[in-house]
């Protein structure tokens, strides 16, 4: 199991992030800055909604914090690591400008991703799911709006521990997952994405989208979910020797890897 620090950082095959929304005003780029500083890896995905052009068109808003995780991915890139981009449904107008940067990056609306083990993962943002996983209109709207105070909520509650150098912790996704609609929604969503991976032939599928961060085996299938950097703050990360594991902020020590229990006993 890799050990993270900055003296030292960890060697990964592989790194894999999404919902990052850099330029939405909640990302918690600080915290994923010093993350990346604790890892190296021969390979980044970036998994989707890595800059949230949504937002922007909204209401530009642009940190050093989310300036510096740029440039620690590009320095990343320089100093040889495969950089792969696939767009999300946040940041799918910025893919032609992400062409533009071919030798930077790689950009591709999926990616088949083959670990050490020879296992065959399909690796997609997950908005192509959203059509069968829709809920009732006037459900989704009062959804939408629990979910944005949640959000300002975690933001500040984390600013504050942040402060005081305490650990993340992630109330917003601990909130969702006490809501029984949100629950279902979500397995809902995995259960459409693990259906879709085994009908094309894949071991298993990586995706991001719904800020869920999971990795569980379902029968002969692996459902891996990077998580975000907004509420759970969480990566994937595949070992020298293919093990997949999944990362989350929060722990005493800020830096642990730890493979994550089912959703319905997440909930409990």
């Known amino acids: 199991m890799a050990s993270f620090n900055r003296s030292r950082p960890a060697r990964v095959r592989t790194l894999f992030l999404s919902d990052i929304h850099l330029g939405f ?60 981009y696939i767009p999300g449904n946040h940041d799918a107008a910025l893919a032609p400008f992400a062409a533009l940067l071919q030798g930077q990056l790689e950009v591709q609306r999926e990616w088949v991703h083959c670990t050490v083990r020879g296992e065959r993962f399909l690796v997609l943002h997950g908005d192509q799911f959203d059509g069968a996983t829709r809920m009732a209109g006037w459900l989704h ?6 979910y944005d105070l949640t959000i300002v909520l975690n933001d500040y509650l984390n600013d504050l521990r942040r402060m005081s150098s305490k650990s993340y912790w992630p109330l917003a996704a601990r909130l969702k997952l006490a809501v029984q609609t949100s629950v279902r929604y979500i397995e809902q969503f995995e259960d459409t994405a693990l259906a879709h991976a085994a009908a094309r032939g894949f071991d298993g599928i990586i995706c991001g989208h719904i800020h869920r961060p999971n990795l569980r085996r379902v029968g002969d299938l692996v459902y891996c979910n990077t998580g975000d950097w907004v509420e759970s703050c969480s990566a994937l990360i595949e070992e020298a020797d293919g093990e997949l594991r999944l990362w989350r902020l929060g722990n005493a020590a800020g830096m642990s890897l730890q493979l994550e229990p089912p959703l319905l006993a997440d909930a409990a």
């Open 25 to 84: 005003k909640r990302s918690r780029a600080a915290e994923l800055a010093d993350f990346l500083l604790t890892i190296d890896a021969d390979t980044i995905v970036l998994v989707g909604d890595i800059i949230d052009a949504l937002s922007l068109s909204q209401r530009f808003f642009w940190s050093a914090q989310h300036s510096r995780v740029v440039q620690i991915l590009l320095a990343k890139r320089r100093a040889g690591a495969r950089l792969l």
């Open 141 to 146: 709207r009062v959804g939408e709006a629990v």
